[in-house]
């Protein structure tokens, strides 16, 4: 038997297996038990309903997919009286993922959020902020310590900030982050890019740029997971083109501590259960009696020396 | 199946949430009917073909090419014929881009994965007689399995089958096959003018008077019945199609301008959809 568990912070996990935002909804209930996931982190909420972005909101790429879905909400309270309590009877710990213009709206909907049986918040401060020009918060250090210390003086709950990929410096911003009070870190959100159909010289999108995630992005997150993993102490989810158990132990092994699987569940909903599954298995067949010793593995190890011809 | 089995406490007032499976089918015949159509009949597992008409399955097509680009998402694709019984599913399907082009390389034995039923279906009421199926092209097939469930309701279907010539309408067997009366219009002939279809309607509506309107795979047919309904008070369903990534409503791509509520919304065609009151859709 293999403990499956592991800790981010304060909060025990049952599995470190959840889905990345914006990527599950209730429905994939409907395809399997969603009570054996390790957490459950919604589609990102805003105070205000918002209706997304022009269509298409998504294209292919290879091995990828760019999207502009532009955060479609129906908002704070709608959230709050009919999302929420399906969410919460599922009773494994929902971590409510939230977004907004300023630091201030940041501190007010986390502050809203706050409720009993609400495991965690996670910002997702990879969205635009009003307040420099559209510009992520997390694309800065100092911007993202501003935003977290807001959110941190405004809710006791548990705070995973979610790091953006389109930054100079990723180490810089989760070294911000853990100073600004977050308890965890997820990296990272998609990478900011663009598709042109060549029939119609016309941008494959909507909106013309979007977010690319998916298997093409995987080697950059995981350098990404684990230069952050070497500069903070609190814990790392991984969140970058997770496809399978292999991708997960990858990430662990580069320091993370548990994983959000996002577009593969698009390619198949019931991807979620096989992974737990077969994360299970290789702990088995490589003996390792609990899951956390796979996190940071790499991390430990001496570099590899130089190949001989 | 075991994976579905929570899905006992999950109910509310009553309703138990319609299981969706991820699973493979067995290709049993992937054939070239006409022009660039092609028809597939799959084995399922058990459970999975328990469909209601104007559902839809989302398809793995997996390309044989080992270069050039490769389908990254699923193909959501309406079901022809489904038969939960014998546990089959059939689609009739025309071959447009990348997806479709990689299907019609399956060869019978060949697995595929499907993930479905999908989304809302087409509604009949108990105590109506008589409703008008209009469909063109491969809105046929959607419309296919509504005859049927009409025919075992026992609810007469008058249906309009339009196309671009006679060889490419497909599905006038399996219509006829349901009891349901078949009109033919083609573009080679100019009956398929929409003059043509709406003198038709007026008539068979006189003659014997519909309770509801039905349609799919046309922008001009559902104006005209759009305008046919208000006019001549028949409420209506249409089955709608918008490019998808998850097919299950989680990921907010396929949405839609309707009409609900006195309100415009962004609906996921996927998850509120694809069929919606003819009221509710504007034509595009």
Same mark, same amino acid.
């Given at each position: 038997?293999?403990?499956?568990?592991?800790?981010?912070?304060?909060?025990?996990?049952?599995?470190?297996?959840?889905?990345?935002?914006?990527?599950?909804?209730?429905?994939?209930?409907?395809?399997?038990?969603?009570?054996?996931?390790?957490?459950?982190?919604?589609?990102?909420?805003?105070?205000?309903?918002?209706?997304?972005?022009?269509?298409?909101?998504? @294209?292919?790429?290879?091995?990828?997919?760019?999207?502009?879905?532009?955060?479609?909400?129906?908002?704070?309270?709608?959230?709050?009286?009919?999302?929420?309590?399906?969410?919460?009877?599922?009773?494994?710990?929902?971590?409510?993922? =939230?977004?907004?213009?300023?630091?201030?709206?940041?501190?007010?909907?986390? $502050?809203?959020?706050?409720?009993?049986?609400?495991?965690?918040?996670?910002?997702?401060?990879?969205?635009?902020?009003?307040?420099?020009?559209?510009?992520?918060?997390?694309?800065? %250090?100092?911007? &993202?310590?501003?935003?977290?210390?807001?959110?941190?003086?405004?809710?006791?709950?548990?705070?995973?900030?979610?790091?953006?990929?389109?930054?100079?410096?990723?180490?810089?911003? @989760?070294?911000?982050?853990?100073?600004?009070?977050?308890?965890?870190?997820?990296?990272?959100?998609?990478?900011?890019?663009?598709?042109?159909? &060549?029939?119609?010289?016309?941008?494959?999108?909507?909106?013309? &740029?979007?977010?690319?995630?998916?298997? %093409?992005?995987?080697?950059?997150?995981?350098?990404?997971?684990?230069?952050?993993?070497?500069?903070?102490?609190?814990?790392?989810?991984?969140?970058?083109?997770?496809?399978?158990?292999?991708?997960?132990?990858?990430?662990?092994?580069?320091?993370?501590?548990?994983?959000? =699987?996002?577009?593969?569940?698009?390619?198949?909903?019931?991807?979620?259960?096989?992974?737990?599954?077969?994360? $299970?298995?290789?702990?088995?067949?490589?003996?390792?009696?609990?899951? &956390?010793?796979?996190?940071? $593995?790499?991390?430990?190890?001496?570099?590899?020396?130089?190949? =001989?011809? | 199946?075991?994976?579905?089995?929570?899905?006992?406490?999950?109910?509310?007032?009553?309703?138990?949430?319609?299981?969706?499976?991820?699973?493979?089918?067995?290709?049993?015949?992937?054939?070239?009917?006409?022009?660039?159509?092609?028809?597939?009949?799959?084995?399922?597992?058990?459970?999975?073909?328990? *469909?209601?008409?104007?559902?839809?399955?989302?398809?793995?097509?997996?390309?044989?090419?080992?270069?050039?680009?490769?389908?990254?998402?699923?193909?959501?694709?309406?079901?022809?014929?489904?038969?939960?019984?014998?546990?089959?599913?059939?689609?009739?399907?025309?071959?447009?881009?990348?997806? +479709?082009?990689?299907?019609?390389?399956?060869?019978?034995?060949?697995?595929?994965?499907?993930?479905?039923?999908?989304?809302?279906?087409?509604?009949?009421?108990?105590?109506?007689?008589?409703?008008?199926?209009? *469909?063109?092209?491969?809105?046929?097939?959607?419309? *296919?399995?509504?005859?049927?469930?009409?025919?075992?309701?026992?609810?007469?279907?008058?249906?309009?089958?339009?196309?671009?010539?006679?060889?490419?309408?497909?599905?006038?067997?399996?219509?006829?096959?349901?009891?349901?009366?078949?009109?033919?219009?083609?573009? +080679?002939?100019?009956?398929?003018?929409?003059? /043509?279809?709406?003198?038709?309607?007026?008539?068979?509506?006189?003659?014997?008077?519909?309770?509801?309107?039905? +349609?799919?795979?046309?922008?001009?047919?559902?104006?005209?019945?759009?305008?046919?309904?208000?006019?001549?008070?028949?409420?209506?369903?249409?089955?709608?199609?918008?490019?998808?990534?998850?097919?299950?409503?989680?990921?907010?791509?396929?949405?839609?301008?309707?009409?609900?509520?006195?309100?415009?919304?962004?609906?996921?065609?996927?998850?509120?959809?694809?069929?919606?009151?003819?009221?509710?859709? /504007?034509?595009?």
């Amino acid at each position: 038997m293999v403990n499956m568990a592991v800790k981010i912070g304060s909060l025990t996990l049952q599995n470190p297996i959840m889905p990345g935002s914006g990527c599950c909804s209730d429905e994939i209930d409907r395809v399997y038990d969603v009570t054996q996931l390790g957490a459950f982190v919604p589609k990102s909420i805003e105070i205000v309903p918002r209706e997304g972005n022009p269509v298409p909101r998504v @294209a292919e790429t290879p091995q990828g997919l760019l999207n502009s879905i532009g955060l479609p909400t129906y908002g704070l309270p709608y959230f709050l009286q009919h999302q929420l309590p399906v969410y919460l009877r599922f009773g494994i710990p929902i971590v409510v993922s =939230v977004s907004a213009g300023t630091a201030e709206e940041f501190a007010s909907i986390c $502050r809203q959020v706050s409720l009993p049986g609400v495991a965690g918040i996670e910002i997702n401060i990879s969205c635009p902020n009003k307040e420099e020009g559209g510009r992520a918060f997390a694309m800065g %250090a100092d911007s &993202t310590l501003r935003v977290v210390k807001a959110i941190r003086e405004a809710t006791s709950k548990p705070i995973w900030a979610k790091l953006t990929p389109n930054t100079g410096d990723i180490a810089e911003v @989760a070294v911000a982050a853990e100073a600004g009070g977050a308890d965890a870190l997820v990296v990272a959100n998609t990478f900011l890019g663009m598709a042109i159909d &060549t029939e119609t010289f016309r941008p494959k999108l909507g909106n013309i &740029t979007g977010g690319l995630s998916g298997p %093409a992005i995987k080697p950059i997150v995981v350098r990404m997971v684990y230069q952050c993993a070497q500069a903070v102490r609190i814990p790392i989810i991984a969140s970058g083109g997770i496809m399978n158990a292999a991708d997960v132990v990858e990430y662990m092994a580069a320091g993370a501590s548990a994983a959000q =699987v996002g577009t593969a569940n698009f390619l198949d909903p019931a991807v979620m259960p096989k992974i737990l599954s077969d994360l $299970r298995k290789f702990c088995q067949d490589r003996g390792f009696g609990n899951v &956390t010793e796979l996190i940071g $593995r790499t991390l430990r190890l001496e570099p590899a020396t130089t190949l =001989v011809a | 199946m075991p994976v579905h089995d929570h899905l006992a406490v999950r109910e509310r007032g009553g309703v138990r949430p319609q299981p969706i499976f991820s699973d493979h089918g067995r290709v049993l015949r992937n054939d070239h009917v006409a022009g660039e159509y092609w028809h597939m009949e799959l084995e399922v597992p058990n459970g999975m073909a328990d *469909a209601a008409p104007g559902q839809f399955y989302q398809m793995m097509c997996e390309s044989r090419a080992t270069s050039g680009p490769m389908p990254f998402l699923r193909r959501p694709m309406s079901i022809y014929h489904f038969d939960r019984q014998r546990r089959r599913l059939e689609f009739l399907y025309k071959i447009t881009g990348l997806g +479709t082009t990689a299907l019609a390389q399956y060869r019978c034995g060949d697995l595929l994965g499907l993930v479905g039923p999908l989304g809302v279906g087409f509604r009949l009421q108990e105590l109506w007689k008589h409703i008008l199926i209009v *469909a063109r092209g491969v809105g046929l097939a959607t419309l *296919a399995p509504l005859a049927e469930a009409a025919h075992q309701h026992g609810i007469r279907s008058t249906v309009i089958l339009s196309a671009r010539s006679p060889d490419l309408l497909l599905s006038k067997d399996r219509f006829l096959k349901n009891g349901a009366a078949v009109s033919v219009i083609v573009d +080679t002939d100019r009956s398929s003018d929409v003059e /043509n279809v709406e003198r038709l309607i007026r008539g068979f509506h006189a003659a014997y008077p519909f309770d509801a309107f039905f +349609t799919c795979g046309s922008n001009r047919l559902l104006k005209l019945l759009k305008t046919l309904s208000r006019e001549l008070n028949v409420s209506g369903q249409v089955a709608i199609e918008q490019q998808m990534a998850c097919g299950l409503g989680m990921c907010f791509c396929c949405v839609r301008p309707i009409e609900r509520g006195g309100r415009i919304e962004q609906l996921r065609v996927c998850h509120d959809g694809p069929v919606f009151a003819l009221e509710e859709v /504007n034509s595009w």
